[in-house]
Every structure is written in C-alpha cells, then in structure tokens.
Nanobody
Framework: QVQLVESGGAVVQPGESLTVSCVVS????????MGWYRQAPGKEREWVAT???????SYDDSVKGRFTISRDNDKNTVYLQMNSLKPEDTAVYYC??????????WGQGTQVTVSS
C-alpha cells in the first residue's frame, strides 16, 4: 500500500530553521523523483523543490538559497531543511513523487507556522 507520511512541522519565529521529513512506503523509493510542495491558507498548493534519483536538485525561486532538499534511500525518506524562515513560508508542507505515486493521492502534510 502506497503511503506518504510527513512530519516535523512546528511553530517557529522568523529567521529560525526547521527540517521536515517524509517517509515513503509501497514503492521502490530509490528510483523515485521526489518533490516538496506547500499550501498556504487560501492558496493553491505550489511546488517547492525536487530531487531526482540521481540527486539532481531544483528549487522554486522563493526558497532558493534558504531551503535544502535531500534524501536517504536507506530510510525511504526525503527531507526539506528550511533556514531563514519567513512568515510567508507558513503553509502545510507535503511531499510526493513526480509524477505522483497515485493520481490525486497526498499525505496528511505537516504544518509549518512562522510567526513572532
């Protein structure tokens, strides 16, 4: 059974750092291209970062230089390290494969709130 489980969200102050994680089960993780997405209140879900099987990485301009995506194939886990967090980074963060493991399927996400 395919499953995406995100964790690590928290309430932090502007300028602080946080790392969120996503464990993938039900597929051979090491062959997947993985992405992080986020959805802020009242907005559509947006792409944040991608890491391929060969560890090629890309970022949205809004997070470039502040966020780092990585993966641990032995743990079936993809990470998003977020530095210099801003209030506009507040959102529910999701991971998924690219293309998605199952059309329309997303995990529960993890809430990141940046507030003073």
């Amino acid at each position: 059974q395919v499953q995406l489980v995100e964790s690590g969200g928290a309430v932090v102050q502007p300028g602080e750092s946080l790392t969120v994680s996503c464990v993938v089960s039900g597929r051979p993780f090491r062959f997947l291209t993985m992405g992080w997405y986020r959805q802020a209140p009242g907005k559509e879900r947006e792409w944040v970062a991608t890491i391929t099987m060969g560890r090629r990485i890309s970022y949205d301009d809004s997070v470039k230089g502040r966020f780092t995506i990585s993966r641990d194939n032995d743990k079936n886990t993809v990470y998003l390290q977020m530095n210099s967090l801003k209030p506009e980074d507040t959102a529910v963060y999701y991971c998924n494969s690219i293309p998605p493991l199952i059309k329309g399927y997303w995990g529960q996400g993890t809430q990141v709130t940046v507030s003073s």
